[in-house]
């Protein structure tokens, strides 16, 4: 039996990362530090055979996931499945301003209630049911090959749990920073873990912080 292999990325910085403001299904574009963090990555997997470039269709995943598929001559291809969690309601505002303005539903959204949605969004659960599958669909393609997939951290987050067998409420202890390579396994018997969080290309040349000037 032939396993895919998965490099699964988070997209790099965007100034409401920074901001500590929810973006879920609004189409924020990388920043300076960002753009900077997608071409560390390249460098870092220009040798890495790469069989396809898959990507969300946001554009702060698919710039991205374009920076290593540029260095490699490949096409990116996108796909809604690998998008964010649409958080509705809470998109545009500040952890902040979730705590002051709709107290009960930040709460549930802490605890990390499987069932819970903001208004006009999606809960865990749903998108749980959206991810792994388009995952899947995707690994599936490529047996016995390697494939990227940049996306966003609700859909790391799904990965690692589906990879560790863990419930949608466990507290969460694992790092999901923008562009760290984490590497699964993917075989009709399902997700496994083979190596997480790695910021190895990050560590040097890191460009003047923004905020700093």
Same mark, same amino acid.
């Given at each position: 039996?032939?396993?895919?292999?998965?490099? #699964?990325?988070?997209?790099?910085?965007? =100034?409401?990362?920074?901001?500590?403001?929810?973006?879920?299904?609004?189409? !924020?574009?990388?920043?300076? @530090?960002?753009?900077?963090?997608?071409?560390?990555?390249?460098? =870092?997997? @220009?040798?890495?055979?790469?069989?396809? &470039?898959?990507?969300?269709?946001?554009?702060?995943?698919?710039?991205?996931?374009? $920076?290593? =598929?540029?260095?490699?001559?490949?096409?990116? +291809?996108?796909?809604?499945?690998?998008?964010?969690?649409?958080? *509705?309601?809470?998109?545009?505002?500040? %952890? $902040?301003?979730?705590?002051?303005?709709?107290?009960?539903?930040?709460?549930? %959204?802490?605890?990390?209630?499987?069932?819970? $949605?903001?208004?006009?969004?999606?809960?865990?659960?749903?998108?749980?049911?959206? &991810? !792994?599958?388009?995952? !899947?669909?995707? #690994?599936?393609?490529?047996?016995?090959?390697? &494939?990227?997939? &940049?996306?966003?951290? *609700?859909?790391?987050?799904?990965?690692?749990? #589906?990879?560790?067998?863990?419930?949608?409420?466990?507290?969460?202890?694992?790092?999901?920073?923008? +562009?760290?390579?984490? @590497?699964?396994?993917?075989?009709?018997?399902?997700?496994?873990?083979?190596? %997480? =969080?790695? +910021?190895?290309?990050?560590?040097? *040349?890191?460009?003047?912080?923004? @905020?700093?000037?």
């Amino acid at each position: 039996m032939q396993v895919t292999r998965i490099l #699964a990325v988070r997209h790099g910085e965007t =100034a409401w990362n920074r901001d500590t403001r929810i973006q879920g299904h609004t189409d !924020i574009a990388l920043n300076e @530090r960002g753009r900077w963090q997608a071409a560390q990555l390249a460098q =870092a997997l @220009r040798e890495e055979p790469i069989a396809a &470039v898959y990507a969300s269709d946001l554009g702060r995943a698919f710039e991205t996931a374009q $920076a290593v =598929a540029r260095v490699k001559g490949m096409e990116v +291809t996108p796909h809604k499945g690998l998008r964010e969690r649409h958080f *509705g309601r809470f998109e545009g505002r500040t %952890w $902040a301003e979730l705590e002051q303005r709709w107290p009960t539903e930040a709460l549930a %959204w802490r605890k990390r209630m499987p069932d819970f $949605a903001p208004e006009g969004g999606e809960s865990l659960e749903q998108l749980q049911r959206r &991810v !792994i599958p388009t995952v !899947i669909e995707l #690994a599936s393609r490529h047996p016995g090959e390697q &494939v990227l997939m &940049v996306a966003h951290g *609700g859909v790391m987050d799904m990965l690692y749990r #589906a990879a560790m067998r863990l419930e949608l409420n466990a507290p969460r202890s694992w790092e999901l920073p923008n +562009t760290a390579i984490n @590497r699964l396994l993917w075989s009709p018997e399902g997700l496994s873990l083979v190596g %997480w =969080a790695d +910021t190895q290309h990050l560590q040097t *040349g890191e460009p003047l912080d923004e @905020r700093s000037v």
